[in-house]
């Protein structure tokens, strides 16, 4: 199979992530997960108490991604493996402000094009057909109800063992959906070629077998 960039892209709790890996795994191609370096950024933040200057965070941020056989894509910021922090409340609460700061997209924009430069790349987020990779072999736009993506973020928290309420989770969830799809700078929205993927009532493995036979029809 020819190498291809594969953009999954779409509202939070959509499954992006998930799919993303197991995509990634069962094409042999390397999974990026952009929405962990803006919740590294985001992490760096709130440990600082919620600076203004962004452009001064962003200068002092050295960030990277690694990838270890058991455990996975891991986030390396400032030397430090961050990974295990990253789906805190307090950062889930932030990112959409965070990411949204000019200094800050621009830097993991840039990051996010020098890791698909040489292809063979599964990367999720909500500018990634739009903004990352206009170019992209294949682009998927995932969505699901509000109600099914709070359900998913619950479940997700109880097995990381965060406390959260289901209700309070869909409120957040429909904040996040309007703050990211009105943000000043690359909004959530679909790329005019991107394939819609709705995974409302639908399993992973179901989910993961519509887009592969998208990838197959194209590779």
């Given at each position: 199979?020819?190498?291809?960039?594969?953009?999954?892209?779409?509202?939070?709790?959509?499954?992006?992530?998930?799919?993303?890996?197991?995509?990634?795994?069962?094409?042999?191609?390397?999974?990026?997960?952009?929405?962990?370096?803006?919740?590294?950024?985001?992490?760096?933040?709130?440990?600082?108490?919620?600076?203004?200057?962004?452009?001064?965070?962003?200068?002092?941020?050295?960030?990277?991604?690694?990838?270890?056989?058991?455990?996975?894509?891991?986030?390396?910021?400032?030397?430090?493996?961050?990974?295990?922090?990253?789906?805190?409340?307090?950062?889930?609460?932030?990112?959409?402000?965070?990411?949204?700061?000019?200094?800050?997209?621009?830097?993991?924009?840039?990051?996010?094009?020098?890791?698909?430069?040489?292809?063979?790349?599964?990367?999720?987020?909500?500018?990634?057909?739009?903004?990352?990779?206009?170019?992209?072999?294949?682009?998927?736009?995932?969505?699901?109800?509000?109600?099914?993506?709070?359900?998913?973020?619950?479940?997700?928290?109880?097995?990381?063992?965060?406390?959260?309420?289901?209700?309070?989770?869909?409120?957040?969830?429909?904040?996040?959906?309007?703050?990211?799809?009105?943000?000043?700078?690359?909004?959530?929205?679909?790329?005019?070629?991107?394939i819609t993927v709705d995974?409302?009532?639908?399993?992973?493995?179901?989910?993961?077998?519509?887009?592969?036979?998208?990838?197959?029809?194209?590779?």
């Amino acid at each position: 199979m020819k190498l291809l960039n594969i953009a999954l892209d779409g509202p939070a709790a959509a499954g992006k992530s998930t799919i993303a890996k197991l995509l990634a795994a069962k094409l042999s191609m390397i999974y990026v997960d952009t929405g962990a370096m803006y919740r590294a950024i985001t992490y760096k933040y709130l440990q600082q108490n919620k600076p203004e200057d962004y452009d001064q965070l962003i200068e002092t941020t050295e960030l990277s991604l690694t990838y270890d056989k058991d455990k996975g894509q891991r986030v390396i910021l400032d030397n430090q493996d961050v990974t295990d922090y990253l789906r805190e409340n307090d950062v889930t609460n932030h990112v959409s402000y965070v990411a949204s700061k000019e200094a800050v997209r621009t830097f993991s924009v840039n990051k996010q094009q020098e890791l698909a430069a040489k292809k063979g790349i599964v990367m999720d987020g909500r500018d990634i057909g739009t903004v990352v990779l206009p170019d992209a072999d294949l682009k998927v736009y995932m969505i699901a109800s509000v109600e099914e993506r709070a359900v998913r973020r619950q479940k997700d928290n109880e097995e990381r063992g965060i406390v959260s309420n289901v209700e309070q989770l869909k409120q957040e969830i429909a904040d996040r959906d309007q703050y990211d799809m009105n943000r000043d700078i690359s909004p959530l929205k679909k790329a005019d070629d991107a394939i819609t993927v709705d995974t409302t009532g639908k399993s992973i493995e179901i989910v993961t077998q519509e887009i592969l036979a998208l990838v197959h029809k194209i590779s």
